[in-house]
């Protein structure tokens, strides 16, 4: 029989936990970022688990990953968009 895998949702809040004192010791504006990148996190959890990867933190932190290089690629469009407009 292959090992079990809890579920996914638990695994999250148990990683969210175990960072609560790396958290606290950023400061007030590093902090809204991290939770930021949590909440971004929380919307790849069915990914995550679909991936069942042996370490949980990975595809969270993979999760994080897409949705900022998403808001990077976002900005890159936007910026290109008023160069196109300023050089027209």
């Known amino acids: 029989m292959g ?6 949702t638990p695994q999250y809040d148990k990683e969210l ?5 790396f958290r606290r010791a950023l400061r007030r504006s590093d902090q809204v970022i991290f939770d930021e990148l ?3 996190a929380r919307q790849h959890l069915p990914a995550a688990a679909y991936a ?3 370490i949980p933190a990975m595809p ?4 994080m990953v897409v949705e900022v290089y998403k808001e990077v690629a976002r900005l890159r469009e936007e910026n ?7 050089d027209g």
């Open 60 to 63: 969270m932190l993979m999760g």
């Open 17 to 21: 936990r175990r960072l609560t004192a």
């Open 80 to 86: 290109e968009g008023l160069r196109r407009r300023l």
């Open 52 to 54: 069942a990867h042996p």
């Open 3 to 8: 090992r079990t895998q809890s579920p996914i």
């Open 38 to 40: 949590w909440a971004q």
